[in-house]
């Protein structure tokens, strides 16, 4: 089945620990995205991938790293300077090339630092 | 700048209409709408692409003013599986622009549906 994995599911830290989120599709999209969501809140992007190799921020990068080496695979790293990392963070793809913009959304990861 | 989504909240029986709004300020090239049930990732509902060109379900239908940057979604009918959040996202760029943005949400309408 084609679709978008995010592992874990939650994730527990430490403050001051970086943590890295893992986001890996098999539907063959060129384009990556990661959002942040808060409670009772709109979604808000972090960063975006049209293309491997390449990567742009989003509205709120800040405190936030990302890598795409491979097609299929587009993970978040949450470091220590992100000051309110507790949030719902979804990673979403879609393949705007063949006209398709539609955004597919993994199950997200709900990551809690204390 | 997120857009602007009304009404906050609405509750209706099985089987009324319901219609969701959302207002951007800047020039748009497409609109977005995606339902989230809670706990769950948003699943995609419709794309209203500037020039009119519009893809989504059979059992909901939207209609988006380029001029007014203005976007509504329109939910006859409805039934219990409709509840949920409902977010517009507005996105500036396609790939002919220079590149698929991701989307920028509005924080969301919630919608009860009550048998």
């Known amino acids: 089945d084609g679709g978008i994995t995010q592992s874990p599911k939650y994730l527990f830290r430490k403050e001051g620990q970086n943590v890295t989120l893992s986001c890996e599709q098999n539907?063959?999209?060129?384009?990556m995205y990661w959002y942040r969501q808060d409670p009772g809140q709109g979604l808000r992007l972090i960063y975006y991938?049209?293309?491997?190799?390449?990567?742009q921020k989003g509205d709120i990068a800040e405190g936030y790293s990302v890598s795409r080496e491979k097609k299929e695979s587009f993970p978040l790293t949450v470091t220590s300077a992100q000051k309110n990392p507790t949030a719902f963070y979804l990673c979403a793809s879609s393949n705007p090339i063949d006209g398709s913009y539609e955004q597919y959304f993994g199950p997200g990861t709900r990551l809690t630092v204390t | 700048q997120q857009p602007v989504q009304s009404p906050q909240a609405v509750i209706l029986r099985e089987g009324e209409d319901a219609v969701i709004n959302c207002s951007s300020s800047k020039a748009l090239y497409s609109v977005h709408w995606y339902r989230q049930k809670h706990g769950e990732a948003p699943v995609f509902l419709m794309i209203?692409?500037?020039?009119?060109e519009q893809k989504g379900h059979d059992k909901i239908s939207a209609s988006f003013n380029e001029k007014k940057q203005q976007s509504s979604l329109y939910l006859t009918a409805s039934q219990l599986s409709y509840s949920g959040t409902y977010f517009c996202g507005d996105q500036i760029r396609g790939v002919s622009g220079g590149g698929a943005d991701g989307l920028t949400f509005g924080k969301g309408t919630h919608l009860i549906i009550q048998p």
């Open positions: 991938s049209q293309i491997v190799n390449d990567f």
């Open positions: 539907l063959n999209h060129d384009a």
């Open positions: 209203l692409l500037k020039g009119g």
